[in-house]
């Protein structure tokens, strides 16, 4: 049995947790905040991330409490005209093994926090935020704020796109803002009129802007999230946005889309923050996973399904393994995760400026590109990025 110290009890941190624990090993989670939460607000999940979350042994649970929505539609902001939707019902549920569905986030979050809970093997260490690691050839110890030392086999960077661990282990500076940026509201479905409440995630694709929504928490809220090219050079984090000035900012929307805006009330404005593709993410005893890793831009929607995949991965790569294996599995898991998320990475950048956000021809083309397409071939296109990834051998 190894000893694993994780950090950060986010969705990575925990799947992670679980899958190690899984593979027979003690696991450590230590988790910067008091208390292990998880805010913010919706979240899609595809096939593959529920591919993982069944492997976690936690799929049937977020199911459970998921909106499995019917199609995701892409829509001209300006016009209003209707440019695609991708059904995602019996035939792409068969096809892909699992629904597509939104959660609000805690909703991913409660379930593998449960799952840890129970587990004997995983301890949970909230107000444990690590500030300093060091690795000698046998053993890895991490610091934490309050002065505590940690020992373990291996040392596992689940601490976000601003990871402690990655500042350390890549010294590659902070992630860089994209110039977007997003601004966040949860409306009440009471206060939604029926005529715009659909089962679907609905993108309303603009020049330089995008309109995102969709139902969760059992149907009980609207996810609402209106993007902007606006060159943004500063991160900001949850800030809370008047609603004026977010009605003010996106002037030119057709009237479903400004209706739909209409209705927030409480808004918060985050900067997107990005990262190129690392070449390695792994020395020795310490890796990193999920955004620590590889941060992406969420227009894939894909940032914590790829966390997911990262965790299983790993449980699968460390199955059996003893300390002294740790290196040579720690670097399989870096090279076996690393196309597939530096690819995904990429292409949300692509979503952005080919599909959310191009203007004049670049936006007629793009519909006369999506226009022909069938639901098989729309199926296709998704293939690469929604088909669950078998875990490798160790
Ligand atoms: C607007 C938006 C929409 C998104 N939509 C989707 C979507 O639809 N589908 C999807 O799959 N993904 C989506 N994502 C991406 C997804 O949110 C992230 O990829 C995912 O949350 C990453 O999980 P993580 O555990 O790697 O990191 P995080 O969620 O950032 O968790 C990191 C954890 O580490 C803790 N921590 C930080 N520093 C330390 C430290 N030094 N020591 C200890 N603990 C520490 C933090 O408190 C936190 O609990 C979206 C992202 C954004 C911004």
Not at 150 to 157: A, E, N, P
Not at 249 to 261: C, K, S, V
Not at 338 to 348: G, H, Y
Not at 354 to 365: Q, S, T, Y
Request: net charge positive; glycine share 8%; charged share 20%.
């Amino acid at each position: 049995m190894i000893h694993a110290l994780v950090a950060g009890g986010g969705i990575g941190g925990l799947a992670t947790a679980l899958a190690l624990a899984t593979a027979g090993h003690r696991v450590t989670v230590l988790e910067r905040q008091d208390a292990f939460t998880e805010i913010g607000a919706g979240i899609q999940i595809a096939p593959n991330g529920f591919h993982a979350l069944d492997r976690l042994g936690v799929g049937h649970a977020v199911r459970e409490r998921a909106v499995l929505v019917d199609e995701l539609r892409l829509m001209d902001a300006v016009t209003g005209e209707r440019l695609t939707a991708v059904p995602v019902t019996a035939r792409y549920r068969r096809r892909f093994g699992n629904p597509y569905a939104v959660v609000h986030r805690s909703d991913l979050h409660t379930p593998l926090l449960d799952a840890c809970r129970t587990d004997d093997r995983i301890r949970l260490l909230p107000g444990a935020g690590l500030v300093h690691h060091t690795q000698d050839p046998a053993h890895v110890t991490a610091t934490t704020a309050d002065g505590r030392t940690h020992t373990g086999d291996l040392l596992i960077g689940a601490d976000g796109i601003r990871s402690t661990v990655r500042a350390r282990l890549l010294d590659d500076g902070p992630p860089h803002p994209t110039g977007h940026t997003i601004y966040r509201t949860l409306v009440p479905i009471a206060d939604v009129p029926r005529h715009l409440r659909s089962n679907a995630v609905t993108l309303w694709a603009g020049p330089g802007c995008h309109v995102i929504h969709y139902t969760v928490a059992a149907g009980t809220r609207l996810n609402l999230a209106a993007v902007l090219d606006d060159g943004a050079t500063e991160a900001v984090s949850g800030q809370p946005a008047p609603r004026a000035t977010v009605l003010a900012r996106f002037p030119d929307l057709a009237p479903t889309p400004r209706a739909l805006l209409e209705l927030g009330r409480t808004w918060r404005r985050w900067v997107l923050c990005d990262r190129d593709p690392a070449d390695t993410w792994t020395r020795g005893r310490v890796t990193l996973l999920g955004d620590a890793a590889h941060p992406m831009l969420q227009y894939a929607a894909q940032g914590a399904c790829q966390a997911l995949e990262d965790a299983v991965t790993l449980g699968a790569l460390l199955t059996h393994a003893a300390p002294d294996d740790i290196p040579a599995r720690l670097t399989r898991y870096d090279t076996t995760r690393r196309d597939r998320t530096a690819r995904i990475q990429l292409f949300s950048r692509r979503m952005g400026t080919d599909l959310f956000h191009p203007a004049g021809p670049h936006a007629r083309a793009r519909n006369n590109r999506l226009r022909p397409l069938t639901e098989d071939a729309l199926h296709h296109r998704l293939a690469w990025l929604h088909t669950p990834q078998p875990p490798p051998h160790p």
